[in-house]
């Protein structure tokens, strides 16, 4: 698992309780998106910037899954999946 933080302390926050409760249950955490079976997304939709950042990291891991068959899931949360759905 790598998980990819946009946006505020909160967000900072959350992403470390995720890191922790995925150790835990005996996932492993990558520092490299390129040997992550699931990338997490945590993200951020007060601003448009960072917002465009998550999108274009979207579209780089989608080119990675057809490169490489990796990450197998990618998982979107924060506040642009509550804002964009």
């Not at 249950?25 to 465009?52: G, H, Q, W, Y």
Request: charged content about 25%; proline content about 1%; overall charge positive.
């Amino acid at each position: 698992v790598h998980i990819v933080t946009f946006g505020c302390q909160m967000n900072q926050q959350e992403s470390s309780v995720m890191a922790e409760l995925l150790s835990s249950s005996e996932f492993r955490i990558c520092n490299s998106i390129e040997d992550a079976e699931i990338v997490i997304l945590e993200t951020c939709a007060i601003r448009k910037k960072a917002e465009d950042k998550v999108y274009s990291l979207l579209g780089r891991l989608k080119q990675l899954r057809k490169k490489s068959g990796l990450p197998k899931k990618i998982v979107v949360c924060g506040c642009m999946v509550t804002e964009d759905g």
